[in-house]
């Protein structure tokens, strides 16, 4: 099963999985039937999660709402750290999550709104370095691991600096490497290329440990908030979160 999720997720298009694995994942899931994890946002339990990624991650696919690690996390971040689920919020959720819209856009609190350039579940087909909002729309901005497909991760976030709120946050999680520096080449375009040095055929650039002082650089306030760190062991087991996973939490900066 690793090397077949492992190959899907190299070679068939971001849109075409987005559409066909919901069906797939959950015939998977009544294979794994269990009580030993919990996924926090659909409840549903299992003996274990499914492997996920490249190089697959044990226990990490929830076959139900397909939510991975960084979505149970932020799930539980947003209910213990924000008033997300009970505060009027008008939300931008870019790249939006199959764990997360239905569950988002039936909050009576949220004005929902998602968008991407190219993702069959948004409904507003938006380029992130010219967002067709005008300044200070939007109270909670959510990207995730869409920056390291951009042409340019610092416009974008300039954008998003530019339409948030006063007063406004948002979620940007990456993948983050153990580098020092982040790098980046624009004039490689060879996907094999590209997989070879930032991890992934349509990656432009493989992010460092200095990731948030990157994305400073917008004019956003970056925080690298160590949440996970404050839960009890046994609910990071039963999550089955990644212990040492940041949430890089975004505010409105000048």
């Not at 070679?11 to 015939?27: C, E, G, N, W």
């Not at 709120?165 to 520096?181: A, D, F, H, T």
């Not at 992934?200 to 956003?220: N, P, T």
């Not at 925080?223 to 046994?234: A, G, I, M, S, T």
């Amino acid at each position: 099963m690793k090397k077949v999720i492992s190959l899907a997720i190299r070679f068939i298009p971001r849109p075409i999985l987005q559409q066909v694995s919901p069906l797939v994942m959950k015939v998977l899931g009544t294979l794994n039937q269990g009580k030993d994890v919990q996924c926090p946002i659909c409840k549903s339990e299992y003996k274990k999660f499914l492997p996920y990624g490249r190089n697959p991650r044990e226990n990490a696919l929830c076959p139900s709402c397909l939510s991975l690690e960084r979505h149970r996390l932020m799930w539980l971040y947003l209910q213990e750290e924000t008033a997300f689920f009970t505060d009027s919020l008008k939300v931008l959720h870019v790249a939006p999550e199959h764990c997360f819209i239905d569950r988002f856009e039936s909050l009576p609190n949220l004005d929902y709104i998602t968008a991407d350039i190219e993702s069959p579940l948004a409904k507003v087909k938006m380029d992130v370095h010219a967002i067709p909002f005008p300044e200070n729309s939007f109270d909670v901005i959510f990207c995730n691991h869409v920056l390291e497909h951009v042409d340019d991760d610092i416009l974008a976030c300039s954008e998003f600096n530019r339409v948030l709120k006063p007063g406004g946050w948002g979620i940007l999680q990456s993948p983050v490497y153990n580098l020092e520096k982040t790098i980046e080449d624009k004039s490689i375009t060879d996907p094999a290329e590209r997989e070879r040095l930032f991890g992934q055929r349509d990656h432009v650039r493989k992010f460092g440990k200095d990731y948030a002082e990157r994305l400073r650089k917008s004019g956003l306030l970056i925080e690298e908030n160590q949440f996970v760190k404050n839960l009890p062991k046994e609910l990071v087991k039963r999550h089955a979160l990644a212990p040492d996973e940041v949430i890089f939490v975004c505010r409105k900066g000048v």
